[in-house]
């Protein structure tokens, strides 16, 4: 009994705990969208991204590289059309 009793105080106890600082709030982050829009700054993000990831935050870069597939496979709506003539191998 004891043990179970000492299990619910410290469960208590820590259920109580939350951040003790209020997040810094992020600055102005592009949309996906306004990224796939631009494609030089989407490029220039690109290399930017490549080489100094930790400084500019793994939000943008995540979104640079979603804008960037967004732009490579487009929305998504265009049907496969196969080849008339099979390939030869």
Known sequence: MRKISLLLVLVA??????PSETPAPKPDIPTVEELAADPERLKELRAQCKTDRANLGNVLCDRVAEATRKRFYGDGTAPYTPS???PKF
Request: aromatic share 0%; net charge negative.
């Open 13 to 18: 106890g820590l259920a109580g705990c939350g």
């Open 84 to 86: 008339e003539t099979p």
